[in-house]
């Protein structure tokens, strides 16, 4: 990481300042001094040109120190080598210079200038400022809150498409980096993104024949003639030692641990892959004790599944299936199989960052769409208009993001806590659907009185015994006809069973036990009148069971005690029924209780059939309204009482 003191350049005078910001590049300043213009293009030497600062970075190889340089006032790096470097070293450091140089991308660190010193060959380039790709990983790996909020993913896998463009541009010019890692991403404080050390870069021999010093001259002395846009490369190809790893093991394409493999555009692709799923886990892709480790895992995984790794791992962030399925594809070890190009990878990234866009852009607006609902429901006294339409921006704010669980929890809220006034307006819903379901009862009723009428012909063929009780039996029928049918025009203002109608009804039960007395036929009728009340009303039911007994068990007390004449002679293990409206002889007799009994039993069950079904088809609906209702809750927010599945 290049950071430390920078130095200024003030005329000839030199001060070097240490409480700049750390990442702060040193101000501007024209460095001119008056009678002595043209200092600034006059170079004695680079010893005279170039001030030494503090070192930036040191390694086996040689070091990086910062400089001023007088003529143009700026901070440079130089790059020196050590002076016992070998030769191999030495001409590897000459391509780097070289090929780094004619690698003119805003990606690539600038070099300005090459040279020596005492002998020992040095590279000015750009003083690069800011913090690795690898340092950001580690701070990210730790929960450091600071670098969340500054390299979000978004961010890092921007990075990453613009790497992967800056090598797509070095492929196209013939050049393999070989080294590609986080290690050697560079993040400028300002959104500068480098590519560094290209020391290992492979110009490949597949692309056009790369051109000479010389042969460059002559393209610009004849232009007109068609020249190559290959790399200029006069330096003598490094050698390696037999078996030598050029790369850093666990970033390196599993071809280039062979030997005397030719790197290819799709070794670097490999790194990049190995670098996005360092971004997506915080965690490296082949991992080991010691090298032998790391390369066998590098020659077994063919395609890592970042999103795999993360839910092995508790506190890995969650990865996208669609950059899992890149990183998958980056990483192959078959070089044939994997991504054909760092392009390819970087429009991958590109296209799901597009889509990442538009669905970050729905959750704000599902967020904003929510907080919108919500007040409105905070609002004391909020007015139904006000609550349909804080119900509607719920349902927008789930349409935009159906994960979004503060949505959910709301319309769950709104639909199961009413207003005053919703409540007021259903209790008027609620009074017309019993308003129509107490008509319902009042025709049902009239049906089951006008089919007591029909019996008449039943009764006139077995013979009227008493006229003046089948007389008071078919008004007491009748009675409760008209009752009803008055009720059915003009129902009581609760909606409930009327006094008045339940003594009628009581009566004209009772009138038929002059027919076969209270223990023959009244019984049935009676429950099959009580179900219907007790079914359609739902206060009264007591009154409604009192008179139903009473019915029955009042005369049969008054004829047992001798108050009335009875209508049964009990003895020799027979019950003998002594009518009294009506005669009984057999066939009319038998034909009269069939089919009266055939509808009370019909009438009745079929009644009670359609009543269960009614109620269970409304209990479903609950059910599943209810279960739906409750999906859209959180888990852990759900009623105990509702299942979870």
């Known amino acids: 990481m290049f950071s430390g003191a920078c130095v200024f350049a003030y005329g000839s005078r030199m001060t070097e300042r240490n ?3 750390s990442g702060e590049a ?17 170079a004695a030497g680079e010893r005279d040109r170039y001030v030494a600062g503090k070192v930036l970075g040191a390694g086996g190889m040689g070091e990086v120190r910062s400089y001023v340089d007088r003529a143009t006032g700026r901070s440079i790096a130089m790059k020196t080598m050590h002076a016992e470097a070998d030769g191999i070293a030495v ?45 950001v990983i580690t701070q990210l790996r730790a929960g450091d809150v600071a670098t969340k909020q500054r390299f979000t993913r978004r961010r890092l896998l921007t990075v990453l498409s613009s790497v992967a463009m800056t090598v797509e541009y070095a492929h196209r010019r013939g050049v393999i980096h070989r080294d590609l890692k986080p290690d050697n991403i560079m993040l400028g404080p300002f959104g500068e993104v480098y590519v560094l050390d290209w020391g290992l870069a492979a110009i490949v021999a597949d692309h056009e024949p790369v051109l000479r010093v010389s042969q460059q001259v002559a393209a610009m002395q004849h232009p007109d003639e068609r020249t190559s846009t290959s790399l200029l490369d006069s330096s003598p190809r490094p050698e390696t030692e037999t078996g030598s790893l050029l790369g850093t093991p666990g970033y390196v394409a599993p071809e280039l641990l062979e030997p005397n493999v030719e790197p290819s555009d799709r070794s670097d692709v490999y790194a990049l892959g190995a670098i996005l799923f360092e971004i997506l886990t915080f965690d490296r892709m082949n991992r080991g004790e010691g090298l032998a480790q790391v ?11 970042p999103r795999e790794h993360a839910q092995q ?50 959750r704000e607006l599902a967020v904003r769409a929510t907080d919108k609902a919500a007040a409105t429901v905070a609002t004391p006294g909020a007015t139904l208009d006000a609550r349909n339409a804080a119900l509607r921006e719920v349902t927008v704010a789930l349409g935009l993001d159906p994960t979004n669980a503060r949505a959910r929890t709301l319309l769950v809220r709104l639909l199961t806590e009413p207003s005053p006034e919703a409540a007021r307006l259903a209790e008027v819903a609620g009074r017309d659907a019993a308003l129509r379901s107490f008509r319902l009862a009042a025709r049902t009723h009239m049906f089951a009185q006008a089919t007591y009428l029909l019996y008449i012909p039943l009764l006139l063929w077995m013979g009227i015994r008493s006229p003046w009780m089948f007389v008071v039996g078919a008004s007491a029928i009748s009675a409760v006809f008209f009752v009803t049918l008055y009720y059915h025009r003009h129902p009581p203002r609760d909606l409930q069973l009327p006094w008045f109608h339940l003594i009628t009804s009581l009566v004209a039960l009772t009138s038929g036990e002059v027919l076969l007395g209270p223990f023959v036929l009244v019984p ?15 206060r009264g039911g007591v009154r409604v069971i009192v008179g139903a007994l009473a019915v029955v068990l009042v005369p049969a007390i008054l004829q047992l005690t001798g108050v009335i004449p009875p209508s049964y002679v009990f003895g020799n293990g027979r019950i003998e029924i002594l009518p009294m409206m009506t005669e009984l002889p057999a066939t009319p007799t038998a034909v009269l209780l069939l089919v009266t009994h055939a509808v009370v039993i019909a009438s009745s069950l079929a009644f009670v059939w359609r009543l269960r079904r009614a109620y269970g088809d409304a ?23 509702v299942p979870a599945s």
Do not use: N
Request: glycine residues 6%.
């Open 313 to 362: 791992q508790s506190s890995a962030p969650e990865v996208p299936p669609e950059l899992d399925a890149l990183c998958q594809m980056a990483t192959r070890l078959d070089p044939a199989a994997r991504l054909p190009s760092a392009e390819a990878l970087a429009r991958a990234i590109e296209a799901f960052l597009d889509g990442d866009r538009d669905l970050a852009r729905r």
């Open 295 to 305: 390369i066998g895992q590098s020659l077994a995984i063919d395609g890592a599944s």
């Open 19 to 21: 409480d700049a910001p």
């Open 91 to 135: 001409r590897r450091f000459a391509r780097e210079a070289r090929i780094q140089s004619q690698l003119e991308h805003p990606a690539v660190v600038p070099v300005y200038d090459v040279g020596t010193r005492d002998g020992t060959p040095y590279i000015t380039m750009k003083h690069v400022r800011g913090e690795s790709l690898a340092a």
């Open 619 to 641: 209990e479903r609906a609950l059910r599943l309204q209810t279960w739906q209702l409750s999906q859209l809750v959180p888990e852990d927010a759900r009623p105990s009482a």
């Open 26 to 42: 040193a101000p501007i300043t024209s460095g001119l001094t008056e009678g002595d213009e043209l200092a600034p293009f006059v």
């Open 524 to 538: 049935g009728i009676v429950i099959a009148t009580g179900v219907g009340y007790l079914a359609s009303f739902e």
